[in-house]
């Protein structure tokens, strides 16, 4: 689903997501300034969300994750890597304390 402009977002009825945990993500995403920095967002797996991000990579977050806690790791991950880095940044690790960064094949 692609939202337009001023019109209201709607889920599909079997969303693995709600719309509330999406204002949850969406709320959490612009507390921490990084709306600007999303590039997109997949919902088409039924246990984890992946977010685009940066440009360069693909973020896996489960949906019952702490989004706020989940998002700041993000940004602490993204701090320890070289700006040329792209690749997917794993969130849904069962240690919650832990990001995993697997590079991209170039």
């Known amino acids: 689903v692609i939202p337009a402009v001023s019109a209201r977002l709607e889920l599909p009825e079997d969303s693995p997501i709600t719309l509330e945990r999406l204002g949850q993500l969406l709320s959490a995403m612009e507390r921490l300034e990084m ?28 949906y019952d994750a702490d989004f706020d806690y989940k998002l700041l790791c993000l940004l602490e991950a993204v701090k320890c890597l070289e700006p040329n880095e792209r690749g997917t940044i794993r969130l ?15």
Do not use: T
Not at 35 to 54: I, K, P
Not at 97 to 105: D, E
């Open 35 to 62: 709306l600007g920095r999303a590039d997109g967002l997949d919902l088409s797996d039924r246990s984890d969300l992946v977010l685009g991000y940066d440009g360069r990579f693909q973020v896996i977050i489960s």
């Open 92 to 106: 849904n690790m069962k240690e919650a304390n832990k990001a995993h960064f697997i590079p991209a094949s170039e």
